[in-house]
């Protein structure tokens, strides 16, 4: 089975904010067996516009992604990212 990838850029314009999120995230990401791969706003960008904090998850599944994605822990923390953060998000599934 291939692995599932979340994908996010995120604008940060509350840094109060983001850290709040992060601390109920980043436990949810672990719980649902999501493995954290890179994240920070340090890549180095050769095309497009696009800026703020990177960050790439693995799943076992592109499922098991959209079932940490979809769950109601995680949209809850979304709520929280939503008030201070602009985010660009997608599910892939693995070659």
């Not at 791969?37 to 098991?64: C, M, N, Q, W």
Request: glycine share 8%; aromatic share 10%.
């Amino acid at each position: 089975m291939s692995k599932g990838y979340l994908m996010a850029n995120l604008r940060v314009d509350d840094p109060e904010i983001f850290k709040e999120f992060s601390s109920v995230a980043l436990p949810l990401i672990e719980k649902y067996g999501g493995k954290l791969l890179a994240r920070g706003p340090d890549a180095d960008r050769h095309e497009g516009s696009v800026s703020g904090v990177v960050t790439l998850i693995e799943f076992e599944s592109k499922t098991a992604a959209e079932k940490f994605y979809f769950s109601d822990e995680y949209q809850a923390a979304k709520a929280i990212r939503d008030k201070g953060v602009d985010t660009d998000l997608m599910i892939i599934e693995g070659l």
